[in-house]
């Protein structure tokens, strides 16, 4: 059985914070969690309930607008962080509008899963995915929001040449239309997965409640926002 970890990024919203971070562990009681509070409040009350490793950066990354290499660049250092210091097979993505209801199991390896597919790549990165990560038969498509996982061993693989990449093209790749949507965290790990190789696939695990009417049959939820203050 594949072991998983969870990263969690928060500000101001306490209470769907609490929310998560129970909810998370009552179904999985030994997993390791790191929580970050992005320049905002003191969470670190929280990490002790409920067993994180907490950290306070004060770059307050959610506000680090317009998208930009350097904010890129931060939120894939931040995903090193945990990768670095567990060493589970799998790094859950949480955010304070996810309701882990029921415990899940990873017994098949895979790169990359989050919500189904809702948003696609327009041609132009289509063309770079085939012909960079030799990706032909995938939908092109992405949505690693909150409740998303992917692969540790296999971030820490490419993390390097990502950042890399990020540095020396992402700025220039902005200014192209079609290519500014990759300055979205739920866009850019799919983009950078796919162009090294590696496949997203739609989570069985998880649903979004405003698009989906059987939400309440999967395991995770997003945009789950009855906690929000």
Known sequence: MKQIAAILQCYKNKKATDF????????????????ISDGGEDFSDLAETHKAKYFYLNQNFSQALPYNSHRMIEWWRRQKIICDLVESDYILILEDDVF????????EDFALRGVKNYNFYPQSICSEIREKGKLKDINFDYGMCGGGIYNRKIFLSIYEDVINDIGKNHDEQLKDPNYFLIG????????HFNKRGFVYERSPWLSEKYRDNNHLNFEMIHQWKEYYN
């Open 184 to 191: 979205a965290i739920d866009s850019n790990i799919v983009y």
């Open 20 to 35: 998560v971070l129970k909810n998370f562990r009552l179904n999985f009681k030994d997993s390791p969690i790191v929580l």
């Open 100 to 107: 882990v209801q029921k415990q899940f199991f990873i017994q």
